[in-house]
């Protein structure tokens, strides 16, 4: 599979708990980005990492939130004490340096309870 | 100000019929690139179609056209010959030149428009 691969699908968690999501780029992308959706939205831009270095944040990434790519390869986003306002989903998506177009994972969905 | 909508927040067309998705956006840099992308239940986006600020001509790819019209910031989508498989979540979006010519940048999207193809 080359695609950008996220995991898990999905994701139900009690109110206050702390959950983590993958997202696996395309291994030569050097460039990965976090989007957010909310139903009826389009996406909304989280973050940005050019390999390990992360070059951009939304003010949508609270303290609660943080995204690492620790060897510029694979990332995570993490969300600390959730709340039912995160409740969406998180798209990922990958691009190579000079290249216009991302290609974007399937999200992971995430409900809060 | 929104820089990207999309007033149709649903749309219908008959099978083999064209359909065309309103996209209008806001910008005050000159250069900028306009996309489309498709969204199907599974979630996730399937990039269709893109359009330069500067480009001369309107983009096409197979059965999707840019419908590009400048002076008016619009930005329309037509699909030709629909598909049943075409029904979806539709989205505009839209990339700002980022610092210092580079090519990287975020996207803002529309609320999208589902398109529904019926038989």
């Known amino acids: 599979d080359t695609g950008v691969s996220q995991d898990p699908r999905h994701k139900i968690t009690k109110r206050g708990q702390n959950v983590t999501f993958r997202c696996d780029p395309i291994?030569?992308?050097?460039?990965l980005y976090w989007y957010r959706q909310t139903l009826g939205q389009g996406p909304e831009f989280l973050t940005y990492f050019q390999n390990e270095a992360q070059l951009e944040k939304s003010r949508l990434l609270s303290d609660r939130f943080s995204a690492e790519r620790p060897k510029g390869s694979f990332s995570t986003l993490e969300i600390q004490r959730t709340e039912q306002g995160d409740s969406a989903m998180y798209l990922c998506?990958?691009?190579?340096?000079?290249?216009?177009?991302?290609?974007f994972g399937s999200g992971t969905r995430l409900t809060v309870v | 100000a929104q820089k990207i909508t999309q007033t149709q927040p649903g749309m219908f067309v008959q099978e083999k019929e064209a359909v065309t998705l309103d996209c209008t956006y806001d910008t005050s840099d000159p250069s900028y690139g306009l996309f489309w992308y498709k969204q199907p239940s599974s979630g996730e986006m399937i990039f269709l179609i893109y359009q330069g600020s500067y480009d001369q001509q309107n983009a096409t790819e197979g059965r999707y056209s840019l419908n590009f019209q400048k002076a008016r910031k619009s930005a329309n989508l037509v699909i030709s010959a629909s598909q049943l498989g075409d029904s979806a979540m539709y989205f505009c979006?839209?990339?700002?030149?980022?610092?210092?010519?580079?090519?990287?940048?975020?996207?803002?999207f529309g609320r999208g428009t589902q398109l529904t193809v019926w038989p």
């Open positions: 998506a990958s691009s190579l340096g000079g290249v216009i177009v991302y290609t």
């Open positions: 979006a839209m990339r700002e030149r980022a610092d210092r010519g580079s090519t990287l940048g975020r996207l803002y």
């Open positions: 291994s030569e992308h050097n460039r």
